[in-house]
């Protein structure tokens, strides 16, 4: 999970290498699927992130992200066809053997289900990042099997602080102040029943298509100033005549977020850019707003596994090819 915080201020133009080290985390280590990081140390970094960035929604942001598809325990069952009571079930089951820190469990009484994680210690402080994120991975779950069956008490949500979630969620479910132990999920147990994509119908189509005509002129407007490393939510939904409060929330719907959509296109224009070949990559950089060169390195290489000088070359010899 610490990757995905690093990824995070790596998107924004920041090098996590800093604050990973003052959290006590060898950068090093990061990529490394079998690398041991102490869990209280990953916690903190998490914070620091929140904080490097001013957002206190960074850990919800990264949880509801689609990015969280390739995570490991998300390739236990098949989610496109299955019910959310059997994505819970191979989720809980899969995190016994990835973490070691927390407890999962899900419980069913007469009308009600209930997602509980528990940590084995105490946080040295409220994990307000790491819940976040916890929080976010989940409503994504039930955004994407219970669309259409929800009424806002029909969840409720306890969790260590929380204003760690933005207020449009909060005003969609029932969230209380817990502990810093863990968060919990209830929710009526027909969901448990649910299956991803099986509760549209035909009139869903024109909204689809409305919703397809936004993403586009989103993309259009943040594409014609990627080069500017300042490009804010602000800016994009003022030239869209939205508040950034609107843009948010229409994002979340749709199952994105600013973050996400920015870092998409600054993904795809320096491959698009590397691949031409005749363009250093200092000013690859400069045109994706990440004009600093170390930290469009660090940030290519979260999104390719690759640096962008070996990316250019590998194109570069197939061209030649």
Excluded at 89 to 110: C, F, K, M, S, W
Excluded at 144 to 160: I, K, M, N, S
Excluded at 208 to 216: A, Q
């Amino acid at each position: 999970m610490a990757k995905l915080f690093a990824d995070m201020a790596l998107s924004r133009g920041y090098d996590p290498a800093p604050i990973l080290e003052k959290s006590g985390i060898d950068p090093a280590l990061i990529g490394e699927a079998d690398a041991y990081i102490p869990i209280q140390a990953w916690y903190d970094f998490a914070e620091a992130v929140s904080s490097l960035l001013d957002d206190p929604y960074t850990g919800f942001s990264i949880g509801y992200s689609p990015e969280n598809n390739r995570l490991p325990n998300l390739k236990a069952v098949e989610r496109e066809s299955a019910a959310l009571g059997e994505v819970f079930t191979a989720l809980i089951v899969d995190t016994r053997r990835i973490l070691t820190g927390n407890a999962y469990q899900l419980t069913l009484d007469e009308s009600f289900a209930t997602v509980k994680s528990r940590r084995n210690f105490c946080p040295t402080s409220p994990p307000r990042q790491i819940d976040g994120f916890f929080v976010g991975f989940m409503m994504r779950m039930f955004r994407e099997h219970v669309t259409g069956h929800w009424r806002r008490w029909d969840l409720t949500v306890t969790v260590c602080d929380p204003n760690a979630i933005p207020e449009e969620e909060r005003q969609r479910s029932v969230f209380q102040k817990g502990d810093p132990i863990g968060a919990t999920f209830q929710f009526p147990a027909e969901w448990l029943l649910m299956r991803s994509g099986k509760n549209s119908s035909n009139a869903e189509v024109g909204q689809n298509r409305l919703d397809t005509d936004f993403m586009n002129g989103l993309r259009g407007v943040i594409q014609s100033q990627l080069n500017d490393p300042g490009i804010s939510i602000e800016t994009v939904a003022k030239q869209l005549a939205l508040s950034p409060r609107q843009l948010q929330t229409q994002l979340f719907k749709l199952g994105s977020n600013y973050t996400q959509e920015l870092k998409n296109l600054r993904r795809a224009a320096a491959c698009q850019l590397l691949t031409d070949g005749n363009i250093s990559v200092a000013a690859v950089g400069e045109a994706v707003g990440i004009p600093d060169p170390t930290a469009f390195s660090r940030a290519f290489k979260s999104w390719t596994s690759v640096s962008p000088r070996r990316y250019q070359q590998e194109k570069c010899s197939k061209a030649n090819s």
